[in-house]
């Protein structure tokens, strides 16, 4: 599939709402981390004409559910994450009825209700300097000295 398909996340979402109604699920809460996708459900004429048939096909099934939707950074659902991740590297529709392997950690987090992080290094080179680092942040500035300085001779 062509991923620079402007309706590649609404096609994701379509197969989503396949596979709710198919098992008669009428409860469902869609999280997204495409406010595009949220676009497409309040405003259907946006979608791509590819995807248009298929489209009102699936407004008209969450017509019959009780239906939420709402936008979630990536950050924010670690599930959906690497379910999507590990799904750009299949060539076919899986459906797991529990909880794949490689996804359990993120699951008990977010049943557990942790929050989640995206954490990135934070490269401080550029700031050192012989007695350590310093940098300014506002009206703040943070200071460490390396361990020699840190240390005091009796």
Not at 121 to 140: Q, T
Request: aromatic share 14%.
């Amino acid at each position: 599939m062509n991923v620079s398909f402007p309706g590649y996340g609404a096609l994701a979402q379509l197969l989503g709402i396949g596979n709710v109604w198919v098992r008669d699920w009428r409860h469902v809460w869609l999280e997204v981390d495409s406010s595009t996708v949220l676009d497409y459900i309040r405003t259907p004429s946006l979608v791509p004409w590819q995807l248009r048939v298929r489209w009102l096909n699936c407004l008209y099934r969450i017509s019959t559910m009780t239906f939420k939707s709402s936008h979630i950074f990536r950050e924010g659902n670690r599930v959906a994450d690497a379910l999507a991740n590990h799904g750009t590297s299949l060539s076919e529709q899986i459906w797991w009825d529990v909880p794949p392997p490689f996804i359990l950690s993120y699951y008990e987090r977010d049943f557990l209700g942790m929050p989640n992080f995206r954490l990135r290094s934070l490269d401080l080179k550029p700031w050192m300097n012989d007695r350590g680092f310093e940098f300014s942040i506002g009206e703040a500035s943070v200071a460490a000295a390396t361990e020699e300085q840190n240390h005091t001779e009796l």
